[in-house]
């Protein structure tokens, strides 16, 4: 008995850690925080009645989001980018058009570029660590990274030029 309560504190300790991140990842794929959230809740319950704790944590627990999420990704209820915006940005930013300007400019990236972003600023992931979630090279995280960046920055100022003409 006392090996199941070393357990259940383990991965307690591990929720508390990855949840967050692994709640926003979830968010890049389903675009609902409430299914985001109920998709991490899930994976620890299961890890819970297996008696699992994984080897690598964070690498596993992002694995086994990305998996549900594609799986719940085929849902028609799927919502926009909105429901995540608050999430992503729990440090408000000075003006709500900026948070909102930064949501449509992710959700105006492609999936592939939206979810390596997310894995390294949100999640804190190496790109050794985003190429095993992903079954990607690390090169190809990075590029993947840097093509999103450089898209985030030409729809950002497209967007910020386009109100200044206002």
Avoid at 16 to 37: K, N
Avoid at 95 to 112: G, M, N, Y
């Amino acid at each position: 008995m006392k090996w199941w309560k070393s357990k259940k504190r383990e991965l307690e300790k591990i929720f508390e850690q990855y949840a967050g991140a692994m709640s926003l990842y979830a968010c890049s794929f389903v675009r609902d925080f409430q299914m985001a959230e109920d998709i991490v809740q899930e994976i620890f319950v299961n890890l819970l009645n297996n008696n699992q704790v994984p080897q690598k944590p964070k690498s596993y627990l992002m694995q086994a989001v990305r998996n549900r999420a594609f799986n719940c990704q085929r849902s028609p209820s799927l919502k926009s980018l909105d429901d995540c915006t608050n999430v992503w940005f729990n440090q408000p930013l000075e003006k709500k058009e900026q948070r909102e300007k930064l949501t449509f400019a992710l959700s105006c990236l492609p999936q592939e570029q939206r979810e390596v972003i997310v894995l390294k600023i949100w999640g804190q992931l190496t790109f050794k660590e985003i190429a095993e979630t992903v079954h990607l090279s690390p090169n190809t995280t990075a590029s993947r990274y840097q093509y999103g960046i450089k898209h985030l920055r030409e729809i950002m100022t497209k967007e910020f030029n386009d109100d200044r003409r206002l």
